[in-house]
């Protein structure tokens, strides 16, 4: 059952610890060494490589082991080392003589039965024999003996006794006492008397830990590279005692590792195919042994590792698992268990494939959909091969091809569960209308997340084609795949599509297709070609207040319903509710195992992060949604990945900005092959990117490429501000107009302040006002654009645009203003996280306080008696002309004491020693 495993000592370190005992065995009285480990820990194997030692010194080494058959004969570990040399001793209640049926009285007066002697007298000999053992052991050890005693948790109670003895009187003599247990196991008496003499000195203790990897391989005589010993190497020393188990214990030892925890003895027998009497005495010697464990009363036997199961597991002969696992499907169908209780041994029991089987999978991955799709697919395959070798194409196959697509997708494997789900719409029949609408719009979300738009769009609008007569409920998912798909990659969809989905949930009384409606009807708002605010912000609010009533398991249904609300949320400046939705979304992901969707979540939230901050967390979620999108081969969310760790690099790395323009183009190379335009993402990030880096030319460039031209005309009317804001900024650092273009009329006409298009139309003007040369008026669109952004909580882009009106105002010679709006700047820069824009404002800061500085120093030298009052200017200009203290005094009528008091005020604030440099001072200033 078990296959044979090779041991090996391999604890050199402790080894070492123990010679270096053997080194000095004899310069003082005799030692007690505990080795304490759990089961497979290596004891037995390190006694012996210490015995080995020790001979090779010239001791003798005798050894014992206990057990627990003989628990009950007196110092049975010592006389078992030393075969020979103690005499057999007593038990502590031995029969002696009958003497009749009464009780007698002892000595003391304790009442004992006739037959057994008092337990004083018993005792008064254990102690005589506790000495004479003591004698022998001295005598023994006189030329050094080195004494091992092992599994001594098992010893006698007088075995105990003598150790304990031993520990508190040592024999002066070289000998060395090594001592294995298993430290959980140890009777209290054992415990405490090896705790007295660990604090007495005379008991050194060393505890194995857990072996390492390359260790645990060395035991088996495996590579480190072996499945289960990567994962597990610890309990690897365990497969050689169970492999010298007798045969019925193996046999349950392999049963519970196939069954699992909570079984009893009876179901236990029947997958091990032993009789129940035969399974109880093993449980009964495995628990002793401490191999197994008894649950609560009532809930069975676990073994005592959680990771030694699949160990077992792996070691067990093939043929037998497999009959084990069908021996197991019988006891569970006895206890009523759950089909995903069925479904894992229907998977390993190699020959259980047939009718009923596949459908207790069925049912089983049916339930464990929206909990653990990626048990579900490794459920449903076998059963799809099965169905599919014994049936061919038909209905059975059909239904079974969709769910596993479903479980395939939903656990992030997205290139074989998008064929299969190909496949079944080439099958199904056209009157399942509303099975072929659910799986095309979950086949084109798949396209879409794998960058095959143009297949996306297709399947789509041939299967709305087919619906346009009647299209049942499901019809909304495809018009929300279609929309998800344009934003994914920067393409147009119909605008009328809201209109439409609402129609058709309101005539089915669909509450979740209500909530698909509600959502394209607040995207086509806000991005239609004028979007109006009111409009805009009425719908994103209903579309939330529906979705939050929904429970998690409704919404994980169509979790991009949340997504696409998030994205909403986001461009009309509403980042609270966007990260609100965002998270629950992820939560919602998460908690069901499912990944399909996660990146698209990840990157929505990193988003809301770079407007808000701090970047720390949008670094975070694009490095996940950057690994789960490599992982499910979604280009496209890896490459808005990307672009935000690119917008990361850029802001916080001091020489960053050639690793956000290599991060850049790395995220424009992601997207698919054939793909006509840019992607905003990366654009964005490439734009920016080069701006940083000082190429304001090929940054507009970028821009401009994206929107199709220096007025975006490929952009929704909402985003243009954006890319138009950072065209002008490119404009205004190389101090040009090279684009020409009237930010007045670029931006939307009414003042949209909740939106995203107002802070940054003001930060546009702002930049092109700037590079003018209307300083004054760019100052003002600043402040007016950095308090639209200070309401939307953006605290990066407010913090960018207090920078440049900085800027601006140390242009007009507004240094102390300045100086005022980069304290704000440095405070903003670190709450957002930019340590780039921190440093950019302390070093302007730093220069515009020293320019400051060398103008006040200018004017105090170019009106040095601005500073005094007039009755000092009144003295300065008396001393000036030289006359003397008293004729000042007299002059003005003052005190000689007044004027000198006078003088020294003047020095001290011109910052001169005499009378001649005042009126050295007094002449230049003239």
């Given at each position: 059952?078990?296959g044979?495993?090779?041991?090996a000592?391999?604890?050199?370190?402790?080894?070492?610890?123990?010679?270096?005992?053997?080194d000095?065995l004899?310069r003082?009285?005799?030692?007690?060494?505990e080795?304490?480990?759990?089961?497979?820990?290596g004891?037995t194997?390190?006694?012996?490589?210490?015995?080995?030692?020790?001979r090779q010194?010239?001791?003798?080494?005798?050894?014992g082991?206990?057990?627990?058959?003989?628990?009950?004969t007196?110092?049975?570990?010592?006389?078992?080392?030393?075969?020979?040399?103690?005499?057999?001793?007593?038990?502590?209640?031995?029969p002696?003589?009958?003497?009749?049926?009464?009780?007698?009285?002892t000595?003391?007066?304790?009442?004992?039965?006739?037959?057994?002697?008092?337990?004083?007298?018993?005792?008064?000999?254990?102690?005589?024999?506790t000495?004479?053992?003591?004698?022998?052991?001295?005598?023994?050890a006189?030329?050094?003996l080195?004494?091992t005693?092992?599994?001594?948790?098992w010893?006698?109670?007088?075995?105990?006794?003598?150790?304990?003895?031993?520990?508190?009187?040592p024999?002066p003599?070289?000998?060395?006492i090594?001592?294995?247990?298993r430290?959980?196991q140890?009777?209290?008496?054992?415990?405490?008397?090896?705790?007295?003499?660990?604090?007495?000195g005379?008991?050194?203790?060393?505890?194995?830990p857990?072996?390492?990897?390359?260790?645990?391989?060395?035991?088996?005589a495996v590579p480190p590279?072996?499945d289960?010993?990567?994962?597990?190497?610890?309990?690897?020393?365990?497969l050689?005692?169970?492999?010298?188990l007798?045969g019925?214990?193996?046999a349950?030892?392999?049963?519970?590792s196939?069954?699992?925890d909570?079984?009893?003895?009876?179901?236990l027998a029947?997958?091990?195919?032993?009789p129940?009497?035969?399974?109880?005495?093993s449980?009964?010697?495995l628990?002793s042994?401490?191999?197994?464990?008894?649950a609560?009363?009532?809930?069975?036997?676990?073994?005592?590792?959680?990771?030694?199961?699949a160990?077992?597991?792996?070691h067990?002969?093939?043929?037998?698992?497999a009959?084990?696992?069908r021996r197991?499907?019988d006891?569970l169908?006895?206890?009523?268990a759950?089909?995903a209780?069925?479904?894992?041994?229907?998977?390993?029991?190699?020959?259980a494939?047939?009718?009923?089987?596949?459908?207790?999978?069925i049912?089983?991955?049916?339930?464990?959909?929206?909990?653990?799709?990626?048990a579900?697919?490794?459920w449903?395959?076998?059963?799809?091969?099965?169905?599919?070798a014994?049936?061919?194409?038909?209905?059975?196959?059909?239904?079974l091809?969709?769910?596993?697509?479903?479980?395939?997708?939903l656990?992030?494997q997205?290139v074989?569960?998008?064929?299969l789900?190909r496949?079944?719409?080439?099958?199904?029949?056209?009157?399942?209308?509303?099975?072929?609408?659910?799986?095309?719009a979950?086949?084109?979300?798949?396209?879409?997340?794998l960058?095959?738009?143009?297949?996306?769009?297709?399947?789509?609008?041939?299967?709305l084609e087919?619906?346009?007569?009647?299209?049942?409920?499901?019809?909304?998912g495809?018009?929300?795949?279609?929309?998800?798909i344009a934003?994914l990659h920067?393409?147009?969809?119909?605008r009328t599509?809201?209109?439409?989905?609402?129609?058709?949930?309101?005539r089915?009384?669909d509450r979740?297709?209500e909530?698909g409606?509600?959502?394209?009807?607040?995207?086509c708002?806000?991005?239609?070609?004028v979007?109006g605010p009111e409009?805009a912000?009425?719908?994103?609010?209903?579309?939330?207040?529906?979705?939050?009533?929904?429970p998690d398991?409704?919404?994980a249904?169509?979790?991009e319903?949340?997504?696409?609300l998030?994205?909403?949320?986001?461009?009309?400046?509403?980042?609270?509710?966007?990260?609100?939705?965002?998270?629950?979304?992820?939560?919602?992901?998460?908690?069901a195992?499912?990944?399909?969707?996660l990146p698209?979540?990840?990157t929505?939230?990193?988003?809301?992060?770079?407007?808000?901050?701090p970047?720390?967390?949008?670094r975070?979620?694009?490095?996940?949604?950057?690994?789960?999108?490599?992982?499910?081969?979604?280009?496209?969310?890896?490459?808005?990945?990307?672009?935000?760790?690119?917008?990361?690099?850029?802001?916080?790395?001091?020489?960053?900005?050639?690793?956000?323009v290599r991060?850049?183009w790395?995220?424009?190379?992601?997207?698919?092959?054939?793909?006509?335009?840019w992607?905003?993402?990366p654009?964005?990030?490439?734009?920016?990117?080069?701006?940083?880096?000082g190429?304001a030319?090929?940054?507009?460039?970028?821009?401009?490429?994206?929107?199709?031209?220096?007025s975006l005309?490929k952009?929704?009317v909402i985003?243009?501000?954006?890319?138009?804001?950072?065209?002008?900024?490119?404009?205004?650092?190389?101090?040009?107009?090279?684009?020409t273009?009237?930010?007045?009329a670029?931006?939307?006409?009414?003042s949209?302040?909740?939106?995203l298009?107002?802070?940054?139309?003001f930060?546009?003007?702002?930049?092109?006002?700037r590079a003018?040369?209307e300083?004054?008026?760019?100052?003002?669109?600043y402040?007016?654009?950095?308090?639209?952004?200070?309401?939307?909580?953006?605290i990066?882009?407010?913090?960018k645009?207090?920078l440049?009106?900085?800027?601006c105002?140390?242009?007009l010679?507004r240094?102390?203003?300045?100086?005022?709006?980069?304290?704000?700047?440095?405070?903003?820069a670190q709450?957002y996280?930019s340590?780039r824009?921190f440093?950019?404002?302390?070093d302007?800061?730093?220069?515009?306080?020293?320019?400051?500085?060398?103008?006040?120093a200018?004017?105090r030298?170019?009106a040095p008696?601005?500073?005094?009052?007039?009755?000092?200017r009144?003295?300065?200009?008396?001393?000036?002309?030289?006359?003397?203290?008293?004729?000042?005094?007299k002059?003005l009528?003052?005190?000689?004491?007044?004027?000198?008091?006078?003088?020294?005020?003047i020095?001290?604030?011109?910052?001169?020693r005499?009378?001649?440099?005042l009126?050295?001072?007094?002449?230049?200033?003239s």
């Amino acid at each position: 059952m078990f296959g044979p495993a090779k041991c090996a000592v391999i604890r050199r370190a402790e080894l070492r610890s123990l010679v270096a005992a053997l080194d000095s065995l004899g310069r003082g009285p005799s030692r007690v060494i505990e080795v304490d480990g759990d089961r497979g820990a290596g004891k037995t194997q390190l006694l012996g490589e210490l015995r080995q030692e020790a001979r090779q010194r010239g001791f003798e080494t005798p050894h014992g082991r206990s057990t627990p058959a003989e628990q009950h004969t007196p110092f049975r570990a010592f006389t078992s080392a030393l075969p020979g040399r103690f005499a057999p001793l007593p038990p502590l209640w031995k029969p002696a003589a009958p003497t009749g049926s009464r009780p007698s009285l002892t000595a003391c007066g304790t009442v004992v039965p006739h037959g057994y002697r008092s337990q004083i007298a018993l005792k008064q000999e254990m102690s005589a024999d506790t000495e004479e053992l003591r004698g022998s052991l001295a005598e023994l050890a006189h030329d050094g003996l080195v004494l091992t005693l092992d599994d001594f948790h098992w010893a006698d109670a007088e075995s105990i006794e003598l150790l304990d003895h031993l520990i508190r009187r040592p024999i002066p003599a070289p000998l060395l006492i090594v001592v294995s247990c298993r430290g959980r196991q140890a009777p209290p008496r054992l415990r405490g008397a090896l705790t007295k003499g660990t604090r007495l000195g005379t008991v050194a203790s060393m505890k194995l830990p857990s072996l390492a990897l390359q260790r645990a391989a060395s035991l088996l005589a495996v590579p480190p590279q072996h499945d289960r010993i990567s994962a597990a190497p610890a309990p690897h020393y365990i497969l050689a005692e169970v492999s010298a188990l007798p045969g019925d214990d193996r046999a349950v030892v392999a049963a519970l590792s196939v069954l699992g925890d909570g079984y009893g003895a009876h179901e236990l027998a029947l997958v091990a195919g032993i009789p129940a009497e035969a399974a109880a005495r093993s449980l009964n010697r495995l628990v002793s042994g401490g191999l197994a464990r008894t649950a609560a009363p009532g809930h069975g036997y676990h073994l005592h590792r959680p990771d030694l199961a699949a160990l077992l597991y792996d070691h067990t002969d093939p043929q037998w698992r497999a009959g084990a696992h069908r021996r197991a499907l019988d006891v569970l169908a006895r206890h009523s268990a759950s089909p995903a209780a069925h479904a894992t041994h229907i998977d390993l029991a190699q020959d259980a494939a047939g009718n009923e089987a596949t459908r207790r999978l069925i049912r089983a991955a049916e339930r464990s959909m929206w909990s653990a799709p990626g048990a579900a697919a490794d459920w449903l395959r076998p059963a799809y091969e099965s169905t599919k070798a014994r049936e061919g194409q038909g209905p059975a196959t059909d239904r079974l091809n969709l769910l596993f697509a479903r479980a395939l997708i939903l656990s992030g494997q997205l290139v074989e569960g998008q064929r299969l789900l190909r496949t079944y719409l080439q099958s199904a029949p056209r009157y399942r209308r509303r099975s072929r609408a659910a799986a095309a719009a979950f086949c084109g979300l798949v396209e879409g997340l794998l960058g095959h738009q143009e297949e996306a769009n297709a399947l789509l609008t041939a299967e709305l084609e087919e619906l346009a007569h009647d299209p049942p409920p499901e019809t909304v998912g495809i018009y929300v795949t279609q929309c998800l798909i344009a934003l994914l990659h920067g393409r147009p969809w119909d605008r009328t599509a809201g209109d439409a989905a609402a129609r058709i949930a309101a005539r089915h009384q669909d509450r979740l297709a209500e909530i698909g409606a509600l959502v394209l009807r607040a995207l086509c708002r806000v991005l239609g070609p004028v979007p109006g605010p009111e409009s805009a912000e009425r719908a994103a609010s209903t579309c939330a207040a529906a979705i939050d009533e929904m429970p998690d398991a409704l919404v994980a249904q169509h979790p991009e319903y949340l997504a696409l609300l998030g994205r909403c949320e986001s461009l009309l400046g509403r980042f609270a509710d966007a990260r609100r939705h965002f998270e629950r979304g992820i939560a919602i992901l998460r908690a069901a195992g499912h990944t399909h969707l996660l990146p698209l979540f990840l990157t929505g939230l990193g988003t809301v992060y770079a407007h808000i901050g701090p970047l720390d967390e949008m670094r975070r979620a694009a490095r996940e949604a950057r690994r789960i999108a490599a992982k499910t081969d979604a280009k496209p969310l890896y490459g808005a990945a990307l672009a935000l760790e690119s917008w990361y690099a850029a802001c916080t790395d001091r020489d960053g900005s050639k690793t956000a323009v290599r991060l850049a183009w790395e995220a424009i190379a992601a997207l698919p092959p054939g793909t006509s335009s840019w992607s905003m993402a990366p654009c964005w990030a490439l734009a920016n990117a080069m701006r940083l880096v000082g190429d304001a030319q090929q940054s507009a460039s970028a821009v401009v490429a994206l929107g199709g031209g220096q007025s975006l005309p490929k952009l929704p009317v909402i985003l243009r501000p954006i890319y138009l804001e950072m065209l002008a900024d490119a404009d205004a650092e190389a101090g040009t107009i090279e684009h020409t273009w009237d930010p007045r009329a670029q931006v939307l006409p009414p003042s949209l302040p909740k939106t995203l298009l107002s802070p940054y139309s003001f930060a546009a003007r702002a930049h092109a006002l700037r590079a003018q040369g209307e300083l004054s008026a760019a100052v003002k669109a600043y402040d007016e654009a950095s308090e639209l952004m200070s309401r939307a909580g953006m605290i990066g882009a407010r913090a960018k645009t207090l920078l440049a009106r900085a800027e601006c105002a140390a242009e007009l010679g507004r240094h102390k203003e300045a100086i005022d709006v980069l304290i704000t700047c440095k405070m903003l820069a670190q709450k957002y996280g930019s340590r780039r824009m921190f440093k950019t404002a302390v070093d302007l800061e730093r220069d515009l306080r020293s320019r400051t500085s060398e103008d006040a120093a200018a004017d105090r030298r170019s009106a040095p008696l601005g500073e005094l009052t007039d009755r000092e200017r009144e003295v300065a200009d008396l001393a000036g002309k030289g006359l003397r203290t008293k004729d000042i005094a007299k002059a003005l009528e003052l005190s000689p004491r007044t004027v000198d008091v006078h003088l020294n005020r003047i020095y001290r604030k011109l910052e001169i020693r005499s009378r001649a440099e005042l009126a050295h001072l007094i002449a230049t200033a003239s």
